[in-house]
């Protein structure tokens, strides 16, 4: 660990997994980081559906889901942990009146660039009426690195990082969003599997 100079941030970047990380929550995922800091990272994962999609999702906590936009958008599975509680990225929302960096919504952690993670029912609430945030991606479970522990994972080479593209995240197909990310670095997949030019 370097003991001086700016500590490592990677808020608001993408980990793109390299072929080496063979964790079945990790392998070809591509994790959007809403918080990094010396204590650690949360992220979520942002190209790994679950067979549940957001009607699903609304009929499960009882809401109508008012928007036949995103009725058939895949939840997603964010990571390894609270895998049983719902996660909403989505683009910032500010009341009339409020305060700069202030959410409409009760539990939402405020990320540089624009993207807000909400993780309280007044989101869905407000979705279920066809308010709320037009663009937002759904997951069931986050990821989380302790104090020191992504910074290692990327010295083992276990991920690439890039600044985060709001259009991998909202406008790409879940199925393409790997190679997506990979292509803001100038890469394709097979430039990092061990066996490229191998069937």
């Not at 942002?46 to 109508?64: G, M, S």
């Amino acid at each position: 660990m370097a003991s001086e100079g700016t500590p490592m941030n990677l808020t608001h970047h993408f980990l793109i997994a390299m072929p080496g990380l063979q964790d079945a929550s990790f392998s070809r995922s591509v994790v959007y980081l809403c918080e990094h800091s010396p204590r650690g990272a949360l992220g979520l994962v942002i190209n790994k559906p679950t067979d549940i999609n957001l009607r699903n999702l609304f009929e499960k906590v009882d809401l109508p889901l008012g928007r036949d936009d995103i009725a058939a958008t895949p939840v997603l599975q964010g990571g390894p942990v609270q895998t049983e509680r719902g996660f909403v990225l989505h683009e910032a929302v500010h009341a009339e009146g409020a305060d700069a960096g202030e959410s409409v919504y009760a539990s939402t952690m405020t990320i540089p660039g624009g993207l807000e993670m909400t993780t309280s029912k007044d989101v869905l609430e407000a979705i279920s009426t066809g308010a709320g945030p037009r663009k937002l991606l759904v997951t069931l479970g986050y990821s989380a690195w302790g104090e020191g522990q992504l910074e290692s994972e990327l010295a083992e080479n276990s991920w690439l990082t890039v600044d985060a593209d709001l259009s991998v995240i909202f406008d790409t197909p879940i199925e393409e969003r790997y190679e997506k990310a990979l292509s803001l670095l100038g890469l394709q997949s097979w430039m990092l599997s061990p066996g490229a030019g191998h069937a």
